[in-house]
């Protein structure tokens, strides 16, 4: 994989997961070939944890997503 698939990926991966938006983040997946997950329910917790771990969100959209995890008894690890 080069550099600038690499900058494309994580452009579009950033771009999805700000959206908040199910089916943005479905043709994201789609696109580079993510496995899409089951459910609407599981996107959107999805979206939230891969919020928390993305460094170039800004902080303020990370800590929402944080706190919209633990409001609903999720914790923001990957596992």
């Not at 908040?20 to 479905?26: P, R, W």
């Not at 609407?40 to 891969?50: A, F, G, L, N, S």
């Not at 928390?52 to 969100?57: E, G, K, N, R, V």
């Given at each position: 994989?080069?550099l600038?698939?690499?900058k494309r990926y994580?452009?579009?991966?950033?771009?999805a997961?700000?959206?908040?938006?199910?089916?943005?983040?479905?043709?994201?997946?789609?696109?580079?070939?993510?496995?899409?997950?089951p459910?609407?329910?599981?996107?959107?917790?999805?979206?939230?944890?891969?919020a928390?771990?993305?460094?170039?969100?800004p902080?303020?959209?990370?800590?929402?997503?944080?706190?919209?995890?633990?409001?609903?008894?999720?914790?923001?690890?990957?596992?």
């Open positions: 994989m080069t600038d698939v690499i994580n452009k579009d991966r950033d771009k997961v700000l959206s908040l938006d199910v089916e943005t983040f479905k043709k994201f997946c789609k696109k580079w070939g993510n496995p899409i997950p459910t609407d329910e599981v996107i959107e917790i999805t979206m939230r944890k891969m928390c771990h993305i460094t170039s969100l902080s303020d959209f990370r800590t929402e997503a944080k706190k919209w995890l633990e409001d609903r008894g999720y914790t923001d690890s990957l596992n």
